[in-house]
Structure formats: C-alpha cells, structure tokens
C-alpha cells in the first residue's frame, strides 16, 4: 500500500483556494452586492440622464461623470469590506476560520480577492453604459479606459483601507463610517492648501483627486500607480498581522518608494492623439540653434495642491527640455525669490489671489512671455510658437490688410496673435513681402483697388492668404439697415478662381440668439430670440478630414453670405463649413430685424440647405481661404462669446505658415467639445435611457426578491 503525503504548503495551498471559492460564493449569494449593484446602476443612470442632464447639454465631455463615480465609489464600496469580519464575528466564524492553518493576510487576501470580483462587475457595469455614449461624440477612448483603470484602481485602496478598519472590534456601522471619514479626509486635503504651506508637497502626494486626475486625462503616471498601489500594501501590512518589528520597516519601505516616485514623470500616453506626448515636430523646429533657451515656469505653490494641471505643466515642460539639449528649465515660486513684482512688469498674470501660472522664453537677448497657462495638454504648442518667434520670427510673421473703416473692430485679434506665438504687422509695405509668411484680409470688401492686385500677385506668386470678405452690409448704428457692398475688385479676384460671393443673406433655424427689448419706459422688456441672420455652425458642419476644422465645435456667423463654387481649371475647391441643413438664402430687402427674421423662410430664394461658408482655394503653390463673412472675428465674438471663431483663425494662419507645423500639436489638444446635434432625441439614447435607467435595475431586483425566495424555501 503506497501513501502520498502533502507538503504543509501544498495543503495550505488548497486550503486557501477552498476559502476563495467559499468566500466568492458567499458575496454570490449575498444580497448586500446585489444591492450595490442596483444602487450603482440606478444613481450612475440617474445622474446622467436626469440630475447632469448629460444630453440635454450636449457636451462631449465625460469627466464631470468620472468624478461623481468617485464620490459613488466612496460611497458603496466601504459596505462590501467592512461588513465582512464583524459580521463573522457575530456568527462565530471569524474564529471558526483563524482555527484553520492558514495566516490572516490569507484569510483577508481571499475576502479582499471576493471583493475586487465586485469590483470588476461595477467597472463593466460603468463601460456598457459608456461604450455607446462614446459614438455620440468627439470623445478620446484613451481617456475613457484611462478614467476606468483609475477607478479600478481607486476601489482596490478603499477595499483595503475598509478591511484594515474592520478587522478591529467594531461594528460594521462604525468600521463603515470611519472608512468613509479617511477617505473624505484624503479627498477633501485640496480644500486646505492654504492652512498648510510649507508640507504642500507632502499633502499634494496624499490627494487622491490629484492622483485621480491624471487617469482622468488617459494618462497612467507612474506617480499615481505608487501612490496607489502603495497604498494598498500600507494598509495589507497594518491588518496582515506581522510583528512589529517586521512591520514598522515594511511600512517606512513602502513611504519611502511612494515618496521616491512622487517625483518621476514617466507615464503612459492612453489618448488616441497622444495630447502628452512631445511631438517630433517640436525636435525639428528648433534643430541647429546657437546658444541656449531658457525656459522659466513661474508658479505659485499652492497651486500645485488646488489642482493637478501645475504638476501636470511641470511634467510636460521637463519632456520637452529633455528632447531639446539647448533648453534650460527653471522652476520658481515668485514669492519665495521675491520677484512677483518684476514679473508683472514682464507680462505675466496672476489670478484673483495672485497666484502665478505663466512661462517667460530668453534666448540671446529677446524674451517671450506665455502670462499664464492652465492646461497641460496646450504646453507643447505655445512653447513650440512661442520658441519660432524667437529664434525664426519669419516663419510667424502675418501681414494684416484692413479695410479703414473699420479697423477698432478688430482690435481683439492682436492680443490673440500675440498670444499665439505670431508676429502681426498691420497694413506692410504692399511691395514686396518677402518676410511675411501669410496674409490676413479683414473686410476685403473695402480693400483698394490697389491691394486688391498686390493680393493677386501675391498668390500668383505662391503666397497664402486667410481672407475676410462680406456682400451685405449691416449698419448697426442704424437699427440693422441693410444693403448690398457695390462689386469690389476682391469679389472679381475671386470670381476668377470660380467663387463667387453670393449677394444673399444665408439663415439658419441653428444660429445664436439676439438680446431685444420691446416697450417703453418701466414696461420695457429685455428678452432673448433665436435670430437666424446669425447662423451657427455645429460638427457635423465642417470637413472633418482637413487639419484647419478637424477639431471645432462650432462657428458663429454674422450676417454672412453664402459662397458659391464654379469649376476652373488648376484651381481646386474644398469646403471647410457650411450651414446647416435648416438654412435658407433670402435676397434684398434682407431680414434683419429680429421678430420678421425666422419667417423669412417663406421668401427665400432657395431652401435646400447646407450652403458652404468657408472654402479653400489652391492654385499651385498658392493657397486662399475665404469666409463669407467679415464680422465673425470682430468685436460681435466678445459680446456672443463665439469664442471658437478665435481658434479656426488660429488654425488657417497656423496651416497656411506650415501645415506640417504647429498645427498638428494644436490638434492633438483640440477636439469638438459637443455632442452631435438632436442627441437627445436620437432612438439609441432613448433606448439607453429605458435600459440602463428601468430595465437593468428591474433586472437587479428582481434577482434580489429572486434570491430571498430561495432562501425562505431553504429555511422552510
């Protein structure tokens, strides 16, 4: 007779498998998971269709969600790790389970492992209702999966911190709510920045917002990883029952490596357009320069606790001056050297409490100054810009032409271009232009005749141009009288390359509104109407493959005129925008006044829709641009806050100086920020909204009432 003995660790081994799958069978067969399960899909449901009104806002952004999911996660996952050993406590089997030959950490690791199964059910739980939101917009997939491995990682902390808590004797109430009170206390430390000055970094590595909102971004930092797998392992060795003298050491070991990489800035890039990852481009735009830049960042410390976008700027400015060996980077706070003063002088900006986030650039003796920076993902291209118009200003020199009529109102655009990293010069000597890489037409409708044929030769020649042009005037002064501009000799220029600017007022059911008022005296009444001569133009709109309108939400039109395209040989067309398919054309007398504007519909001399507003010419080396409009980059974009006006001019001078250039960093920040237009009402998000919001958490109770009849019946 042969006998086979185990090893004391293979018997330990099978012991421990035994008690995984009893405890993965007990949280099966619990109610209180089910409940979590129900809870999480009715309040994630809840949230976003009704209490965010994710739809009716429209827009493509999900991190608002990702932060309520972190409050739900701190609320529901406590329950799962701190119920478990007091209420084996009650029914003996605590003691039951540490007569067995097996350690603590064992016993806790199997409940935690049972634990984490419910966590990865709650993760897929938040992906299907996520995975078809994200067609409905220009969403970044990398920052979805990057928010979620965030949220795995964050439950495994509250897990552990929660089985710590519990293996004390205390109730399952109490073990709960001191859960809940240190995580409040690590989420909440951003709100006392200022009481604790000299341990910001200290309270920065103990923030969980500040290591979340890296995830947040599609970004996985190294920082953040040991942060919270440090965690874990600081609150496994305080419950895992190890000596003292081996436990004090394995925790200094573990503060000591989560200290160490707090400073690291190695990451993983999850963003499809890879937003934080310094771009060959800027290698090559400052290849062979003699002398060294130096780049200074000048930020206040407690900003670094406020938010994590100042860490995340320092991060990326140590990328870029790793990848260039002429940069020197320094890092101040201005109050501790005493300079807040002199830098002001300089340009900089602070906010309301006088904090500083700004980037001054020397290189020789020329100095550039960013006044203030906020977000991380725009480091790269306003260094780049910045840096050309230092070493390379030729490359970012436009040439501005202006009718003079009209010149305050655009005296917005040239902070904005300075602000851009561009060299503006205003009306230049018409000939020659050798040293300006673009030409920026404004109310080419007024230029001369003698512009006009500098602006020919100049294309003819391969020159570039953004130009600004309006057929129907509207005098505002003159409660919105309008009338058509006489032919000018910029409209025959561009008859010739078969565009024709229409002399017909394009009108749009999706536009702006216009602030009027009606009455007299104390019965006057100050409202907002939907004003068609305003039409606006949404994603689905622009030319989706073009550099110049791959990443606007939207444009605002001010009485514009459509554009309309004749084939000519050597010269092709490409339409960057149009209206929407709601929009009409209606002739002289133009619609201007507010109330009669929606019904001229009925007048219109054409009613098909989708008329082109923006088109690009390209005749050999030359290139021209052309808005039907001459007021959406004037003083009308303040007033409406048509902000995303700015940045497609931004963009055209940008692809016109080079467009292999900076404009390709630009657009891996920049994205369409809205949702597609009539979401809300699209079939998919209405059954989204009966599933996730009534059958799913039907399902779910109905698998509790399911499970307490099963177990009556087993009683019985």
């Not at 002064?477 to 006489?486: E, H, I």
């Not at 009402?681 to 059958?695: A, D, S, T």
Request: glycine content about 10%; some cysteine; hydrophobic content about 45%.
């Amino acid at each position: 007779m042969v006998r086979c003995y185990l090893s004391p660790t293979k018997i330990e081994m099978r012991q421990f498998h035994a008690l995984c799958k009893k405890e993965l069978l007990v949280k099966f067969r619990s109610s209180l998971p089910l409940w979590g399960m129900g809870f999480l899909q009715l309040g994630m449901s809840a949230w976003l269709f009704w209490i965010y009104g994710f739809f009716q806002r429209g827009l493509a952004d999900l991190e608002p969600f990702f932060r309520m999911l972190t409050t739900a996660f701190t609320l529901l996952l406590p329950l799962y790790a701190t119920w478990d050993v007091p209420e084996e406590r009650k029914s003996f089997h605590w003691d039951l389970l540490r007569s067995f030959p097996l350690s603590t950490f064992r016993i806790l690791l199997a409940k935690f492992l049972a634990n984490t199964a419910w966590l990865s059910i709650h993760l897929f739980q938040i992906g299907s209702l996520l995975v078809p939101i994200l067609s409905f917009g220009d969403f970044d997939r990398g920052m979805g999966i990057g928010a979620l491995v965030g949220l795995g990682f964050y439950g495994a902390l509250i897990l552990s911190v929660g089985q710590w808590v519990s293996i004390g004797k205390k109730g399952a109430l109490l073990s709960y709510l001191i859960t809940i009170g240190i995580l409040s206390s690590l989420l909440l430390l951003p709100f006392g920045a200022g009481k604790f000055p000299h341990i910001l970094h200290f309270l920065r590595i103990l923030s969980i917002p500040h290591h979340l909102d890296g995830f947040f971004r599609g970004m996985i930092l190294v920082k953040d990883l040991g942060f919270f797998l440090g965690g874990v392992a600081f609150f496994w060795i305080l419950s895992s029952g190890l000596r003292r003298i081996h436990t004090i050491p394995s925790l200094l070991l573990v503060i000591l490596i989560v200290w160490g990489v707090s400073s690291l800035p190695w990451g993983l890039d999850l963003t499809q357009r890879k937003t934080y990852t310094i771009s060959p481009l800027s290698r090559r735009a400052l290849e062979g320069l003699e002398g060294k830049i130096r780049i200074s960042y000048y930020v206040s410390d407690p900003l670094f606790l406020r938010s994590a976008q100042p860490e995340r700027i320092v991060e990326r400015l140590q990328a870029y001056a790793a990848g260039i060996d002429t940069i020197d980077l320094r890092i101040e706070d201005p109050s501790r050297t005493g300079i807040a003063r002199q830098l002001v002088l300089t340009g900089l900006k602070t906010d309301a409490r006088g904090f500083f986030s700004g980037i001054t650039l020397e290189y020789k003796d020329e100095m550039e100054v960013i006044p203030w920076i906020a977000e991380a993902g725009n480091v790269e291209y306003l260094l780049t810009t910045h840096l050309l118009r230092l070493v390379a200003p030729s490359r970012r020199t436009i040439g501005i032409l202006q009718g003079d009529s009209f010149e305050s109102e655009s005296e917005g655009l040239y902070p904005l271009l300075q602000a851009t990293g561009f060299v503006s010069v205003r009306n230049p000597e018409l000939v020659p232009l050798p040293s300006v890489s673009t030409l920026l037409v404004l109310h080419g409708e007024t230029l001369s005749q003698k512009e006009t044929e500098v602006l020919r030769q100049y294309i003819e020649r391969g020159g570039k141009a953004l130009v600004f042009v309006d057929r129907v005037k509207v005098d505002r002064g003159q409660n919105l009288k309008a009338s058509l501009y006489p032919s000018a000799g910029i409209h025959d220029l561009l008859q010739e390359m078969g565009l024709t600017v229409s002399p017909t007022l394009v009108l749009d059911r999706s536009s702006l509104s216009l602030p009027v008022q009606r009455g007299e005296g104390t019965e006057t009444e100050r409202f907002y109407l939907p004003y068609p001569p305003w039409p606006r133009v949404r994603g689905d709109g622009f030319d989706r493959e073009h550099p110049i309108t791959l990443g606007l939400s939207t444009f605002d039109l001010f009485w514009a005129s459509p554009l309309v395209i004749r084939p000519v040989p050597g010269v092709r067309a490409t339409i960057l925008a149009r209206t929407g398919l709601e929009s009409w054309l209606v002739g002289d007398p133009f619609p201007t006044d507010p109330f009669a504007a929606p019904s001229s519909i009925l007048r219109g001399v054409d009613r098909k829709g989708s008329y082109p507003v923006i088109v690009l010419l390209e005749t050999g080396t030359g290139k021209l641009i052309v808005v039907g409009d001459s007021q959406c980059v004037g003083d009308l974009v303040d007033s409406t806050k048509s902000y995303e006006n700015f940045s497609f001019l931004v963009n055209a001078l940008e692809w016109l100086a080079d467009p292999a250039g900076p404009l390709e960093i630009r657009n891996r920040f920049l994205r369409d920020s809205l949702l597609e237009a009539g979401v809300e009402k699209n079939p998919v998000v209405q059954i989204l909204y009966r599933v996730h919001l009534f059958l799913l958490p039907g399902l779910i109770l109905g698998g509790i009432v399911g499970q307490r009849i099963r177990k009556k019946r087993g009683s019985g």
